[in-house]
């Protein structure tokens, strides 16, 4: 099994910028593929962003832009940069890993990021 911890959520203004972290424990031979999922209230989770072992990523349409994200694989960790933030962007972002961008497995406990305007 794959453990995630995810680190950096919190308040923010609007356009300023914000970093989440991720760091995977367990498993991790098995993680080919890891990615930021964000849930606001009142609606389904969604894909914020993804990234492969290999470092293809691929982004919401709404984030594209303004938030990058990386992973440092020699700390199995993955990171969000967060920048030019907007109230929409308020939500629990969720951390997740699977053996493939279509097909994660494992999910982080969310950490709360709140844009203020």
């Known amino acids: 099994q794959v453990q995630l911890v995810e680190s950096g959520g919190g308040l923010v203004q609007a356009g300023g910028s914000l970093r989440l972290s991720c760091a995977a424990s367990?498993?991790?031979?098995?993680?080919?593929?890891m990615g930021w999922y964000r849930q606001a209230p009142g609606k389904q989770r969604e894909l914020v962003a993804a990234i492969t072992s290999g470092g293809s990523t691929n982004y919401a349409d709404s984030v594209k832009g303004r938030f990058t994200i990386s992973r440092d694989n020699a700390k199995n960790t993955v990171y969000l940069q967060m920048n030019s933030v907007k109230p929409e962007d308020t939500a629990v972002y969720y951390c997740?890993?699977?053996?493939?961008?279509?097909?994660?497995?494992?999910w982080g406990q969310g950490t709360q990021v709140t844009v203020s305007s």
């Open positions: 997740a890993a699977g053996t493939s961008r279509r097909n994660f497995s494992s």
């Open positions: 367990g498993s991790i031979f098995s993680i080919n593929a």
